[in-house]
């Protein structure tokens, strides 16, 4: 029960280029979808969300974009710097029905001085 | 900033074995949940719990396993008979509004459960 999928386990960047890491849902009910960062050892952190009224959501060098009719999210890191190095997860849930968080398997960005 | 505190950070046990897994979620936060990762695989979800009771649990969240507030501050998941497919990282989390756009869950560092 993949319903939330992460196509690429690993992406390698240039410092000061841009980093774009994927996501793509199965479930049309999901309306609030997220991006989390996690460094090894350490416990996922909350970066950027999006709910589905919105196509584009911005702070600072971090941009989540979202196609409903693909059933796609992106998340866009510009520009991109060495400390951005670690794994990425989406996360998506249905606001209304509450609890549950479906997360992707993750992306390792390693972002190269 | 507020943070989701676990402890310990890495616990070993012997297969059969209890064992409790403690957390303190942010203070204002009303809805707590349970996570965990196998190594290399995505994160699950295990339960979530509010007022006093369990709100939703997983098919993973089976009769082994148990959560418990059993203060104002604590939040813990306890396995009854450890097997070693248990072994993963498991992740307290809590967020202050539920059903909300705007309210991420916002997670400890993680208990390593090594069983062997």
């Known amino acids: 029960d993949q319903q939330v999928k992460q196509n690429s386990p690993s992406l390698s960047v240039q410092e000061g280029r841009i980093s774009i890491l994927n996501c793509d849902y199965t479930?049309?009910?999901?309306?609030?979808f997220l991006w989390y960062k996690k460094y090894p050892a350490e416990g996922p952190t909350f970066l950027i969300s999006?709910?589905?009224?919105?196509d584009k959501n911005e702070d600072g060098r971090f941009t989540v974009f979202l196609n409903k009719s693909a059933k796609h999210l992106s998340l866009h890191i510009v520009p991109s710097q060495p400390g951005d190095s670690a794994v990425y997860f989406c996360?998506?849930?249905?606001?209304?029905?509450?609890?549950?968080?479906?997360f992707g398997t993750g992306t390792s960005l390693t972002v190269i001085p | 900033e507020p943070e989701v505190t676990q402890t310990p950070s890495h616990q070993v046990t012997q297969m059969g074995q209890e064992v409790i897994l403690r957390c303190v979620p942010i203070s204002n936060h009303l809805y707590f949940y349970w996570y965990r990762q196998i190594l290399g695989q995505k994160v699950e979800f295990l339960v979530s719990f509010y007022n006093n009771e369990i709100s939703e649990k997983s098919e993973i969240f089976d009769d082994q396993f148990s959560v418990e507030r059993p203060d104002g501050s604590n939040f813990t998941l306890k396995i009854r008979s450890t097997k070693l497919e248990d072994s993963a990282m498991y992740f307290c989390?809590?967020?202050?509004?539920?059903?909300?756009?705007?309210?991420?869950?916002?997670f400890g560092n993680g208990t390593r459960l090594t069983v062997t």
């Open positions: 999006i709910s589905s009224i919105k």
């Open positions: 996360a998506a849930s249905v606001s209304y029905l509450g609890n549950q968080f479906y």
């Open positions: 479930n049309s009910m999901f309306d609030y």
């Open positions: 989390a809590s967020r202050n509004r539920q059903g909300a756009i705007n309210s991420p869950l916002h």
